[in-house]
Antibody
Framework: QVQLQESGPGLVKPSETLSLTCTVSGGSISSSLHHWGWIRQSPGKGLEWIGSMYHSGSTFYQNPSLKSRVTISVDTSKSQFSLNLTSVTAADTAIYHCARQKSSGWSLGFFDFWGQGALVTVSS | EIVLTQTPLSLSVIPGQAASISCKSSQSLQYSDGKSFLYWYLQKAGQSPQLLIY???NRFSGVSDRFSGGGSGTDFTLKISRVEAEDVGFYYC?????????FGGGTKLEIK
């Protein structure tokens, strides 16, 4: 069974960069059937998709609402993928989930396995 | 952006009775091969969302057959045939027909 685990600082200062890493076990991060994604959850905005990336880096999609502040990278040698969100504000305070995404037809598809989530607070 | 509207916002169900949750999309999620890219998740207290149903009606591995999904186009439904205490939590629909991927606002299920 695939397992994912988020790690990173729980507190980030305003205007700085939020950085989280997701470690994948029990399955290959180089799977041709999957993308790897980030979703966040806050009381005010519910579940919000941040972005998804293929292991080779050949495809990357992000939510335009985040105004190009998102970078996702994949390190296949460590079976990890990472999220960087720049210029954070209090509105970026949320639980950040990493997840495996299985392709469905021609679409990016659905998230079938999720990490437990990491709370990140933006505050000075 | 596709907006998914879930109703009701909450429901309280007697164990053993059935429950139904609606998810209405602002645009059709159905495509030429007949698939609808609509999924259902359950988030229990203190946990991450867990996949229940994919592509409208397919149960994910290990999901009880008490859960069933249906619908097409813009109207979708999740049904729980006999609610149990372990079904308590928030239910979300999600679509992948168009970027950005979006989720419904959630439906809270509690036991009477």
């Amino acid at each position: 069974q695939v397992q994912l685990q988020e790690s990173g600082p729980g507190l980030v200062k305003p205007s700085e960069t939020l950085s989280l890493t997701c470690t994948v076990s029990g399955g290959s991060i180089s799977s041709s059937l999957h993308h790897w994604g980030w979703i966040r959850q806050s009381p005010g905005k519910g579940l919000e998709w941040i972005g998804s990336m293929y292991h080779s880096g050949s495809t990357f999609y992000q939510n335009p609402s985040l105004k190009s502040r998102v970078t996702i990278s994949v390190d296949t040698s460590k079976s990890q993928f990472s999220l960087n969100l720049t210029s954070v504000t209090a509105a970026d305070t949320a639980i950040y989930h990493c997840a495996r995404q299985k392709s469905s037809g021609w679409s990016l598809g659905f998230f079938d396995f999720w990490g437990q989530g990491a709370l990140v607070t933006v505050s000075s | 952006e596709i907006v998914l509207t879930q109703t009701p916002l909450s429901l309280s169900v007697i164990p053993g009775q059935a429950a139904s949750i609606s998810c209405k999309s602002s645009q059709s999620l159905q495509y030429s091969d007949g698939k609808s890219f609509l999924y259902w998740y359950l988030q229990k207290a203190g946990q991450s969302p867990q996949l229940l149903i994919y592509e409208t009606f397919n149960r994910f591995s290990g999901v009880s057959d008490r859960f069933s999904g249906g619908g097409s186009g813009t109207d979708f439904t999740l049904k729980i045939s006999r609610v149990e205490a372990e079904d308590v939590g928030f239910y979300y629909c999600m679509q992948s027909a168009q970027l950005p991927l979006t989720f419904g606002g959630g439906t809270k299920l509690e036991i009477k």
